[in-house]
């Protein structure tokens, strides 16, 4: 060893030469965050892993081929979801900046795009939300492949409860939501929620742009808000946690929710917290810590338990596709399970068009092409129709729902798509009874005349 390193701490390097003391500070670290579905700055794990010595920025990637047709001819994400995306980055971008952190957003493959950034900002660590899905592995694959030194920080912020905090684990995930359930609600073992730093941090200036696109440089057609969606709401966190303190504490709605969630019409019918949760602009351990105080302070009844029931749902499954992986995609789903499924142009289109023997599934489905929302009683019986009744291949009905949802998410979509179609987790593989599904839940067909009187469609 030279004599001049005696010691080495907290990456300084301490020599001695004679008298004089020679001190060679490395350089600081230079961190990404890289925003996938996480894009909040409340309750956030990233903050664990940043320091104000740090150099940090900001990423987003608005891949390529989210904007492009897929082989079913429609594209991955349509515009009611590009316009919620774009309206959550815009306000995650000033959130940050109050950090002194700055959001950089691509138009490019993630891979194309940290390599323009390594040019101008070497980074040494990508701090990152883990996605485990096959696309959303395949991308961080490509980054991994070419900066084979950077260090990685991840976590699960997608979660209500991480699932490292299960009392069992994922491979011995139970396959029937009660049984699940039943063993989750024995501890609750939901992780406090993180607080915001308190400190600025050393803000990073790159040449790359900060302009947020618009939804018509993303090529889409501009649109707006049909007066009769259910879903009116803008994206980013901001308006989520609006949203959720007016659910629970302002209108109290959360009082009500057992009775009003099977409705179709309206903003107040259920939490409505689906997109922002879905693209992580709202994290689900604040609404569970928020749902806990108002139980504590106000009421605890059967509509404010049944909010986190639904929300284990979400939980089930993703613990479902952690456990299943590629399966959930594949037509025999997660079970196996093989079927004659046919793939009709004729009907597919009537369904997306809202052209079936069925009014009630007509509704539901022009509702979805005019606003990008669906109530959860709609998508089950549109999906059941399709699968069950039309024995249509299940998977070309939830790419459609993945194109137009607002509040897409893989998890969930694919999952419920697997248990309507009956190859996933429905023990008692159900077929819906559609008219008896519209008499009981839309027997003044208010719902219906909403979305089918002639002078108001324009399909
Ligand atoms: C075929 C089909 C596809 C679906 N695709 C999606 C999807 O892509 N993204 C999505 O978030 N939900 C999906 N769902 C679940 C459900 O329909 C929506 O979460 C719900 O309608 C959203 O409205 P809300 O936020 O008002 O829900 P609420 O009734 O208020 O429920 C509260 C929360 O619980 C969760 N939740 C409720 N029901 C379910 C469920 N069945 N599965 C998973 N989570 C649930 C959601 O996060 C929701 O925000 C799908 C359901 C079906 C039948």
Redesign the pocket.
């Known amino acids: 060893m030279s004599d001049l390193f005696h010691g080495e701490k907290n990456g300084q390097r301490i020599g001695r030469k004679s008298n004089i003391v020679v001190m060679h500070v490395e350089k600081r670290n230079k961190k990404i965050l890289w925003f996938r579905n996480n894009l909040r700055t409340h309750d956030a794990s990233y903050w664990k892993y940043i320091a104000p010595e740090d150099e940090v920025i900001a990423v987003y990637c608005i891949e390529p081929n989210w904007l492009q047709p897929t082989c079913y001819g429609w594209k991955k994400m349509e515009v009611f979801r590009a316009k919620f995306l774009l309206e959550t980055l815009h306000v995650l971008q000033v959130n940050l900046s109050k950090f002194g952190i700055q959001l950089y957003v691509f138009q490019k493959t993630a891979s194309e795009a940290f390599r323009d950034i390594y040019n101008e900002f070497p980074f040494d660590t990508i701090i990152s939300q883990n996605e485990w899905t096959s696309e959303e592995r395949a991308i961080e694959n490509e980054i991994k492949t070419t900066f084979l030194n950077v260090n990685w920080n991840t976590f699960y912020d997608q979660f209500l409860i991480h699932p490292e905090d299960l009392s069992f684990s994922i491979q011995d995930l139970p396959n029937v939501f009660t049984t699940y359930r039943k063993k989750v609600e024995q501890s609750w073992n939901v992780k406090n929620c993180i607080e915001l730093p308190n400190e600025k941090f050393t803000s990073v200036e790159l040449s790359f742009s900060k302009e947020i696109p618009t939804v018509e440089d993303l090529g889409y057609a501009s649109i707006s808000i049909d007066h009769r969606s259910a879903f009116p709401f803008q994206g980013g966190e901001n308006s989520a946690l609006k949203h959720l303190k007016n659910y629970i504490w302002e209108f109290q709605q959360i009082k009500t ?1 057992k009775e009003t ?1 099977n409705e179709l019409v309206g903003v107040n ?7 922002w ?2 693209n992580g602009s709202l994290s ?1 351990r604040i609404i569970y810590q928020e749902i806990r105080k108002f139980e504590e302070e106000v009421i605890a009844n059967e509509s404010t338990y049944w ?1 986190l029931f ?2 284990l ?2 939980d ?2 993703k613990c479902v596709s952690l456990k299943f992986g590629d399966a959930l995609f594949y037509q025999s789903g997660i079970l196996d399970r093989k079927y004659h499924w046919k793939q009709n142009p004729t009907i597919i289109q009537n369904w997306i068009d809202g052209k079936t023997e069925y009014d009630f599934v007509n509704a539901n489905m022009l509702e979805l092409k005019l606003t990008g929302w ?3 009683r709609g ?2 019986n ?2 059941s129709y399709f699968a069950k009744e039309k024995e249509q291949d299940w998977r070309i ?2 790419s459609y ?2 194109s137009m ?1 607002i ?4 998890h ?2 694919y ?3 697997n ?2 179609a009956g190859v996933g987790n429905d023990p008692r593989d159900r077929k819906f009874n559609i008219d008896l599904q519209a008499k009981n839940y839309d027997s003044f067909h208010v719902f219906r005349n909403l979305w089918l009187t002639k002078n108001k469609v324009e399909v």
């Open positions: 929710y969630r019918y259920s939490t409505k917290f689906s997109a949760l879905a689900p909010v639904e929300l749902w979400r089930f499954f669906m109530s959860n998508r089950q549109v999906a009905g939830a729902f993945e949802l509040d897409y998410d893989v969930s979509n999952g419920n798509w248990y309507l």
